[in-house]
């Protein structure tokens, strides 16, 4: 492919504020939030919305927005559980009771959207599922919103499309970065503290405060939300419990009205297949498309760098899939590619927990689906917190969040784990869906997943 560039499409907008100023000297509040992605942003929103006259103070270790929250494919997804079947896999007498938080959790959203003003090209479109092989049809052959051949092709025209499902309301198209940059504004006029370049680069507690040591000076605080999500967590309890996933994307130039009406795609659903190794892709609001997913990446020694953010040997995979998947583009120049690591746990979906005697929340393990759920995570963190004065909510009480996941094995386990998974499921992907032994064994233990 041709020379593109590297910075993630959304992020590589004029538009981008400026960054706040570091922290240069040690502070006190009463709220700390680290992490200045989707996690923290809502978490300082959310604290502010609820206790006006509370203290919050965020601090970003780089710039609001950069890492996964900024790079993602902006697919806002209700499911709290990756998918109503691992919830039931996982937590089969909570699934209906988040099923429904999911959908509350998206209408919250949107919501929070249209009542402070945020520029950020939400639109609520709903998923499209698509069977791309004819084993996948009976998978969706029953469904509410079922389309067969031709009908899914009157949606989207793709020759791979053999049979797909339509669900209109549980899933919202959004620009994430800009997102995370109105939610930043909004956090702002709220009178949220917000330090950029402020890496916290360790926690500890005295009788009483929690004390978070930066580069900066120390910052005293009586609670404290952790949204750090792949990076290695704060409280070194969790360390184990997730590995970072590097996930790879494409966007293409904008299309033309002929490339367009060659595809169709006139109702702009964000659409996945159903392969275990599944592609995402989506319309932007400027009429390119963004195509990623298929390679899940993880280094040895859950290694993070920026290096891996480029990635040319799935940027030429995904680019052959996508000529496969429109013929009827051919020619059409991608102008971004780009990759960013995903913060993966064994149930592939959050999980929560506490230290320092309940002052500090933690929360890690989105696998993807963050942009939606960050949102209810904040409510959950904010809820934690409070339990010792306030007492149990109903989300501290849900089974999700009072239960982690089984913790990933240290190397060589758990690189070698992650391979052979990866060779399982690429390989059951090629023969009509058969699990082999190993993911039959996962699937008892309750750490399977088949997207």
């Known amino acids: ?41 809502w978490t300082a929103l959310r604290a502010k919305e609820r206790d006006p006259d509370r203290d919050v103070l965020l601090l970003e270790g780089a710039w609001i927005g950069w890492a996964a929250s900024g790079r993602n494919g902006g697919f806002i997804d209700a499911s709290l559980t990756h998918g109503r079947s691992n919830g039931e896999l996982h937590l089969p007498a909570e699934v209906d009771r988040l099923d429904a938080l999911g959908l509350a959790t998206l209408d919250g959203l949107q919501e929070a959207v249209g009542r402070y003003g945020w520029d950020c090209a939400f639109e609520r479109t709903g998923g499209l599922s698509v069977a791309t092989e004819a084993y996948q049809v009976d998978q969706l052959r029953g469904e509410p919103g079922f389309l067969d051949t031709a009908a899914v092709r009157a949606q989207v025209d793709s020759p791979t499309y053999l049979a797909g499902v339509w669900t209109r309301d549980d899933t919202a198209l959004v620009n994430p970065a800009r997102l995370c940059w109105e939610m930043k504004r909004t956090c702002l006029e709220l009178g949220v503290r917000i330090a950029e370049h402020t890496a916290v680069r360790g926690i500890s507690s005295t009788a009483h405060d929690v004390v978070l040591r930066t580069a900066g000076g120390d910052v005293h605080a009586r609670r404290v939300a952790l949204g750090t999500n792949v990076f290695p967590a704060l409280l070194q309890r969790y360390r184990w419990h997730t590995i970072p996933v590097y996930d790879y994307a494409l966007v293409t130039e904008p299309l033309s009205g002929e490339q367009l009406a060659a595809i169709g795609w006139r109702n702009r659903q964000g659409i996945g297949d159903l392969g275990n190794r599944f592609h995402y892709y989506r319309r932007t609001a400027d009429d390119r498309v963004l195509f ?15 290096e891996y953010d480029q990635n040319p040997a799935s940027f030429r995979t995904l680019a052959a899939h996508f000529q496969q998947t429109f013929p009827q583009l051919e020619g059409v120049r991608f102008t971004h590619a780009w990759g960013g690591a995903i913060d993966t746990c064994t149930r592939f979906f959050p999980f929560f927990g506490t230290g320092h005697g309940g002052r500090v929340a933690h929360v890690a393990g989105y696998t993807g689906l963050g942009v939606g759920m960050t949102r209810f995570a904040a409510d959950v963190l904010l809820d934690l917190l409070a339990r010792e004065e306030e007492g149990p909510t109903e989300l501290t009480e849900l089974e999700l969040v009072r239960t982690p996941p089984v913790p990933f094995p240290p190397e060589p386990l758990a690189w070698g784990g992650v391979e052979v998974t990866t060779r399982s499921l690429d390989h059951a992907d090629r023969n009509e869906g058969q699990r082999n032994v190993w993911l039959r064994t996962l699937d008892r233990l309750g750490l399977g997943f088949d997207s």
């Open 1 to 41: 492919m041709r020379a593109v560039a590297s910075t993630p499409f959304w992020l590589d907008d004029p538009g981008r504020p400026d960054p706040e100023p570091p922290l240069i000297t040690g502070t006190r509040a009463d709220l700390v939030v680290v992490g200045g992605g989707f996690t923290g942003l």
């Open 292 to 306: 990623g997913g298929y390679d899940a990446v993880y280094h040895y020694g859950r290694r993070l760098s920026a």
